[in-house]
């Protein structure tokens, strides 16, 4: 048994020596790459987190398209699926704290998000002042057949992450200024999708990305249909002023998770209710608004954080 495990290590070591040879394109080591395998030397991260990170970032549609397609529908249904949730999960935002997260103006230090983030791993923010930010293409999008457009619309959040995904996919990814990612947010929250701040552990323990999910694509959102808790509430439920509600229904066509239902009047199921906010978007009578409820968990709202 020894004997085979060494072997298995041996081989796991080797394609993952070939895969940084593909991936650094011939070069010794591309600047970004180097910049990851530095910081979590600094914070004595295990290096098996460097490459399992660099995976990821490198080949990410390839790695989220196994992890639908293969992953998900095979883990344990309870201790599996727990577990993937401590190391990889996402915070709805609404839009408001979204812009807030890619325009903050001043140094946000490591900080325990546990009354947050309810998870294991992954509880901290650090940005040291104004954030850089790219577009890059979603992962989930480009491994569905019939994706939805546009596809350049994940958020990359913050150093080494940015300049990572830039020289590893000039292709698909482009930098972004504050106005453009704030413009970026504003035109998902139009088409009805859902902001969420993603924490992984081996994406150094902490937040690095704003993923703009559609229900349809999203591989957070199906994990979560499977029963894998990888999306945290947003800490806000959806509350509709009845005098103002029409009941057209708009609200629960829209609603990712099925919360809302139309008697009349819209009713919002408060168990199902995430505070993603697309219903107060879409509502074309302004009858609904987000307000916070302290059963939901606490808002990811980096400016009281800051």
Not at 256 to 276: H, K, L, N
């Amino acid at each position: 048994m020894a004997t085979a495990l060494r072997r298995l290590a041996a081989l796991v070591a080797g394609a993952a020596a070939a895969l940084w040879l593909v991936g650094e394109r011939g070069h010794l080591m591309l600047p970004s790459t180097r910049a990851l395998l530095r910081e979590m030397g600094q914070r004595r991260l295990p290096r098996s987190h460097f490459w399992h990170a660099y995976v990821y970032g490198r080949w990410t549609k390839q790695y989220l398209g196994w992890a639908i397609k293969v992953a998900f529908p095979r883990i344990h249904p309870v201790a599996g699926r727990r577990r993937w949730a401590d190391q990889y999960h996402g915070k709805i935002v609404p839009t408001e704290l979204a812009k807030a997260l890619v325009t903050v103006g001043q140094p946000v230090p490591r900080q325990d998000l546990e009354h947050i983030i309810p998870y294991a791993t992954a509880r901290e923010i650090v940005l040291s002042g104004p954030p850089d930010v790219a577009a890059y293409e979603c992962a989930c999008r480009a491994a569905r057949p019939n994706p939805c457009q546009p596809t350049q619309v994940c958020m990359i959040v913050g150093q080494p992450f940015v300049d990572f995904v830039l020289e590893h996919h000039p292709a698909t990814s482009r930098r972004l200024t504050q106005d453009e990612a704030v413009a970026l947010l504003e035109a998902e929250r139009a088409r009805g999708h859902i902001h969420a701040a993603y924490f992984r552990d081996v994406m150094l323990n902490r937040f690095y990305a704003i993923c703009n999910c559609c229900a349809c694509c999203c591989g957070g959102l199906e994990a979560m249909r499977r029963g894998v808790p990888m999306v945290a509430a947003s800490g806000y439920v959806a509350q509709v002023a009845g005098d103002r509600c029409l009941g057209c229904g708009t609200c629960a066509d829209a609603c990712p998770f099925d919360a809302i239902a139309v008697d009349e009047v819209a009713v919002v199921d408060w168990e199902g209710c995430m505070g993603c906010g697309v219903c107060e978007a879409q509502c074309p009578e302004d009858a609904i608004a987000l307000v916070a409820d302290a059963r939901k968990g606490a808002p990811l709202d980096v400016r009281a954080l800051a």
